[in-house]
């Protein structure tokens, strides 16, 4: 697999938009390490991961929803515990 960088550049060179979710810090238990980051195209299709499941679900829907949109920008938390992470099968205990 390419790695992220070459795969926005592919997808550049195509006119394609798409839109780069990120991990930009993580604190206890979660999925990915701050750092991580997963492509979302216009499809819905992805590359690279969030850590998968309902979260990751989540967040593609948002990034698919974002350039239907053609939103700029936006910050979400999740949190993997207490009672919205047990709804979602996010059981980390992290954020």
Do not use: W
């Amino acid at each position: 697999m390419k790695n992220i960088i070459q795969e926005m550049e592919y997808i550049r060179s195509r006119c394609e938009s798409f839109a780069l979710a990120m991990v930009i810090t993580r604190n206890g238990s979660a999925p990915r390490s701050a750092g991580a980051k997963m492509i979302i195209k216009q499809n819905g299709a992805t590359v690279g991961t969030m850590g998968g499941g309902n979260i990751e679900s989540q967040v593609k829907q948002l990034g698919v929803e974002m350039l239907k949109k053609h939103q700029a920008a936006v910050i979400k938390s999740y949190q993997f515990s207490g009672n919205d992470a047990v709804a979602m099968d996010a059981i980390c205990g992290g954020r």
